[in-house]
T-cell receptor, first 119, second 111 residues
Framework: GAVVSQHPSWVICKSGTSVKIECRSL??????MFWYRQFPKQSLMLMAT?????????EQGVEKDKFLINHASLTLSTLTVTSAHPEDSSFYIC???????????????FGPGTRLTVL | GENVEQHPSTLSVQEGDSAVIKCTYS??????FPWYKQELGKRPQLIID?????GEKKDQRIAVTLNKTAKHFSLHITETQPEDSAVYFC??????????FGKGTRLHILP
């Protein structure tokens, strides 16, 4: 089946530092990847849509200069949280949409998430 | 943009009884409605989905119904078991594009 990985699974950093999170599709190509943020006991909130080879599309209210997204290949997208602050502490989850085969509709597969704690 | 409302936020049912979670969506162009189960600290797991050309879909103890006219869709779990306890999210999207999630329902199965 389709597998999406994220690295790291958890990270603790000091306020003001930058953190990079990787999202990889391991056994399929993904032209589109999505980044979500989930605060404790809340829903997944879409942050941005990442398309391979082009700029990401950010949802309203998400600062593109703070959350840098790069989708350099069909299997890798990265999210960099710049100058992280305690309020950025959250569970970050990516999803990857597979390229359809044999006329089947594309499906999204979720990564395991990265728990970011900013001290 | 799309807005998905989900009710109830918390649901407790006796083991063996049925559980129903209801959602509404706002964008009539949405045509894909997945349901996810999420356990604490883990990724959401797709449990069932329905597309707009279908009114109902069933997979063992889980069923989903869709009313496009009313923009309602529901999840039904029958013969609930302890392992069904989790947070369930409904969602909506257009052609598997960005998925917009409801706020979630915390389901407790009581012994």
């Amino acid at each position: 089946g389709a597998v999406v990985s994220q690295h790291p699974s958890w990270v603790i950093c000091k306020s003001g530092t930058s953190v990079k999170i990787e999202c990889r599709s391991l056994d399929f190509q993904a032209t589109t990847m999505f980044w979500y943020r989930q605060f404790p006991k809340q829903s997944l909130m879409l942050m941005a849509t990442s398309n391979e080879g082009s700029k990401a599309t950010y949802e309203q209210g998400v600062e593109k200069d703070k959350f840098l997204i790069n989708h350099a290949s069909l299997t890798l997208s990265t999210l960099t949280v710049t100058s992280a602050h305690p309020e950025d502490s959250s569970f970050y989850i990516c999803s990857a949409r597979s390229i359809g085969r044999m006329g089947l509709m594309d499906t999204q597969y979720f990564g395991p998430g990265t728990r970011l704690t900013v001290l | 943009g799309e807005n998905v409302e989900q009710h109830p936020s918390t649901l407790s049912v006796q083991e063996g009884d049925s559980a129903v979670i209801k959602c509404t969506y706002s964008d009539s162009a949405s045509n894909y409605f997945p349901w996810y189960k999420q356990e604490l600290g883990k990724r959401p797991q797709l449990i069932i989905d329905i597309r707009s050309n279908v009114g109902e879909k069933k997979d063992q103890r889980i069923a989903v119904t869709l009313n496009k006219t009313a923009k309602h869709f529901s999840l039904h779990i029958t013969e609930t078991q302890p392992e069904d306890s989790a947070v369930y999210f409904c969602a909506a999207s257009i052609w598997d594009d960005k998925i917009i999630f409801g706020k979630g329902t915390r389901l407790h199965i009581l012994p």
